[in-house]
């Protein structure tokens, strides 16, 4: 067994040493070792319970995009994508590196370090957000050390921060806007979209790949139907026990940031 574990962490230092080799070479952080092409950056921006992990899984199973969740680095300027790019590569253990994008998903408010989004023109940004009445109880669901009153602040001040992130942004042409309410019921459409707004060739489809960070906390989510490798339809209707007042203040948020992302970004309606 010593044996076995001795050979097992020194495969695991040569592919790692591999990936830091071909991606830390070069100064450009979007570029590496025998790639002719820039990576571009994808980041899903979001807050919990919005769906997130869903969408990860259906553009990562696209042979173009790789991630794997949320890999909570700080950005403070572009060079940080190299840590993206590392840590991406470190975990899903693709050799060829052929990839067009690379994907994070970020749902706080603490992992850009200057408090702004990073400019790039290589950055592609798809911002997803989910009405109160599903978020906020939901929310409480996988942290049920917090109050309503304290899912809420975290709902509402995201929100107000995705706003900021759009309008620092600035760009249609980067930014598509998205709602969970969309991705479930107007799904071909959504795709259709996204395949557009990226520029992959392949189409999205509704069934997914499962991976070995599927399901796995902290990584994505780990208590709902992620698991299924498909979309999970749920038309149950939700009862909830939460404030109509915190309701009221979470829909008139939620409308004010829905009205502020469409302004500035892409939506399925508007190409």
């Not at 952080?29 to 571009?40: A, G």
Request: proline share 3%.
């Amino acid at each position: 067994m010593r044996l076995q574990e001795t050979l097992r962490k020194a495969k695991s230092e040569i592919v790692n040493n591999y990936y830091s080799f071909r991606i830390n070479t070069t100064s450009n952080p979007y570029n590496i070792l025998f790639r002719r092409e820039p990576y571009k950056i994808l980041f899903i921006l979001g807050h919990m319970r919005a769906g997130s992990s869903l969408l990860t899984h259906l553009l990562t199973t696209n042979h173009e995009i790789t991630g794997f969740g949320e890999t909570h680095l700080q950005y403070s300027s572009e060079r940080d994508f190299k840590n993206l790019i590392l840590k991406v590569y470190s975990r899903i253990r693709e050799p060829k590196m052929n990839h067009k994008y690379v994907l994070d998903k970020i749902l706080h408010n603490n992992k850009f370090t200057e408090r702004e989004i990073p400019y790039s023109e290589q950055l592609y940004t798809i911002f997803l957000v989910r009405e109160p009445k599903r978020s906020i109880p939901s929310i409480i669901g996988i942290k049920p050390h917090w109050s309503q009153e304290q899912a809420f602040a975290y709902y509402s001040r995201r929100l107000l921060m995705l706003e900021n992130y759009a309008k620092t942004i600035n760009s249609k042409e980067r930014s598509f806007f998205l709602t969970h309410n969309q991705l479930i019921n107007n799904t071909e459409l959504v795709f259709q979209s996204l395949q557009k707004f990226l520029g992959v060739k392949q189409p999205f489809s509704e069934q997914y790949e499962i991976s070995s960070t599927t399901g796995q906390r902290g990584v994505g989510d780990w208590a709902g139907n992620i698991k299924a490798g498909r979309i999970i339809r749920n038309s149950q209707k939700s009862e909830s026990s939460m404030s109509p007042e915190l309701i009221e203040q979470g829909i008139q948020a939620f409308n004010q940031c829905c009205h502020t992302l469409s302004e500035y970004c892409q939506t399925i309606e508007k190409h």
